[in-house]
């Protein structure tokens, strides 16, 4: 019985993360629109878009986090460093250059090419996690769709021919950055809760920020920027949906299911910028775009259900395991006094840790 609420514990955990990968997706698919609009229209840099937004989801997470404020040693402080700027200030900033250089279709496909570099990663650096030829056709099959999202902004925007290749490799940059964070994140998650994290990948992604906020050569008035509701609004939007809700919502995603398979939900996101700019600003939605949508759901599945199936294959055909018989208990009975103060090395189980390492939440 305990281990049926157990296996139901572990399900539903699984089924939660899933669905916070697919809001968190959702919101940063929402948010290319969003941040276009208030450089567009709020007169913005891209350096100031992203510090405006971040300045004002860390008010609002310290709030929540406050209590703690440094990690146990200064090997994880910088560790949150690289995720500062990993996902905060190198990474924004370039997609935001990126927006104001290229289509914004384009920058969401090309920053949603991060679960392809995190195989890569992961199978160079975790042994453990390494993806299986399931995980691999499945993300092949993805990107296929994104490939036809993208092509429907060629077909449906008059802007098409004004793509700078400077914008298109700034927005691939992110994809290398996020895959990155999703792998500091597999370390960190073990030891931080996820909130933690996400308010001290904040902090470091505003201060690594400032430095390129000096180089700009003009600064917009914060009354100025914040006085106009429509530039607020999506600054607010912003910073709780796009930043406290999906950056929380990924990291336990991560714990739960995986870099790899987390990473392969960023291919939701062109389709939903692609429905987002399609409702604000009236683009088409041609039969290219459903195609890519198609495609992008059956990839997800596919890579599932084709790693599943090899798995199961593996389980079958491993031969049975027939552990050899204890020695301790060929030792006859009469001898045993003789043998209790020696233990040898073969008897020892040392394939595991005495303990797991546990996580630490905010005190």
């Known amino acids: 019985m305990n281990s049926l609420k157990t296996a139901m514990h572990n399900a539903g955990g699984l089924v939660m993360a899933h669905l916070g990968a697919m809001i968190a997706v959702v919101f940063w698919g929402l948010s290319f ?43 994880d ?78 077909l449906g925007s008059a802007m098409s021919l004004k793509i700078s290749p400077l914008g298109d490799l700034l927005a691939l940059s992110t994809s290398v950055c996020w895959a990155l964070y999703s792998l500091i994140l597999k370390r960190l998650n073990v030891v931080y809760d996820a909130m933690f994290i996400t308010r001290k990948t904040f902090f470091y992604g505003i201060i690594t920020a400032l430095p390129f906020l000096a180089l700009e050569p003009s600064l917009e008035s914060p009354l100025e920027v914040l006085s106009n509701r429509w530039v607020l609004g999506n600054l607010v939007f912003l910073a709780l949906g796009a930043s406290i809700i999906s950056f929380f919502l990924w990291a336990r995603t991560i714990d739960k299911v995986g870099a790899v398979k987390a990473n392969n939900y960023m291919y939701l996101q062109p389709v939903v910028t692609l429905v987002a700019s399609a409702i604000i600003f009236h683009d088409p939605i041609t039969v290219l775009g459903i195609t890519g949508f ?21 389980a079958m055909a491993a031969p049975a395991h027939n552990p050899a018989p204890d020695r301790k208990e060929a030792i006859d009975r009469k001898d045993i006094s003789a043998h209790k103060d020696t233990i040898a090395l073969e008897d020892l189980d040392v394939s595991k840790p005495l303990r797991e390492p546990q996580r630490q939440k905010e005190m």
């Open 33 to 75: 629109v969003s941040t276009s609009y208030i450089m567009d229209n709020g007169g913005l840099t891209p350096t100031e878009a992203y510090v405006y937004r971040f300045i004002i989801a860390y008010a609002l997470v310290v709030c929540i986090s406050h209590k703690r404020l440094m990690c146990n040693n200064w090997q």
């Open 77 to 154: 402080e910088g560790l949150m460093l690289l995720c500062g700027m990993s996902a905060g200030s190198i990474y924004f900033i370039a997609e935001n250059t990126a927006l104001k250089m290229t289509l914004t279709t384009n920058v969401s496909l090309l920053s949603s090419t991060s679960p392809l570099v995190t195989v890569l990663l992961v199978g160079l650096i975790y042994k453990s996690e390494r993806p299986g030829r399931g995980i691999i056709i499945g993300s092949l099959v993805a990107f296929a769709g994104v490939v036809f999202v993208i092509f429907n902004s060629f």
């Open 294 to 314: 198609v495609l992008i759901l059956f990839g997800l599945w596919l890579g599932d259900y084709l790693q599943a199936r090899i798995a199961a294959k593996r």
